[in-house]
């Protein structure tokens, strides 16, 4: 079976760190870029960051530039998501996604053809 799974959300106070990872298992997450994505309540889903195959490239939206990062472990068929500095607004499901090309494409949905089942970030006191 084809998918990917997040782990690494929780809660955390504004202005904490959280580190997201994204596991594909049934295939090899290194073929793909990876997006970063989130939902927050009420809200439609929106790309947060973007990394090609060799782990450059990246892409990140304005709200997250210099406080979050990503980044790959290709043994690992790992991709991470660092994020420092969080925010209030920050709080959302986070959802990775492979790309169906090498290269960071964007954030248009329809480019990624696997999604993982989310998990829940926090920002609050």
């Known amino acids: 079976q084809l998918q990917l799974v997040e782990s690494g959300g929780g809660l955390v106070q504004p202005g904490g760190s959280l580190r997201l990872s994204c596991v594909a298992s049934?295939?090899?997450?290194?073929?793909?870029?990876i997006g970063w994505f989130r939902q927050a309540p009420g809200k439609e889903r929106e790309g947060v960051s973007c990394?090609?195959?060799?782990?450059?490239?990246?892409v990140y939206a304005d709200s997250v530039k210099g406080r979050f990062t990503i980044s790959r472990d290709n043994a690992k068929n790992t991709v991470y998501l660092q994020m420092n500095s969080l925010k209030p607004e920050d709080t959302a499901v986070y959802y990775c996604?492979?790309?169906?090309?090498?290269?960071?494409?964007?954030?248009?949905?329809?480019?990624?053809?696997?999604w993982g089942q989310g998990t829940q970030v926090t920002v609050s006191s």
């Open positions: 996604a492979a790309d169906r090309g090498y290269y960071c494409s964007g954030f248009k949905e329809n480019r990624y053809w696997s």
């Open positions: 049934g295939f090899t997450l290194s073929s793909y870029a």
């Open positions: 990394v090609g195959i060799s782990g450059s490239g990246t």
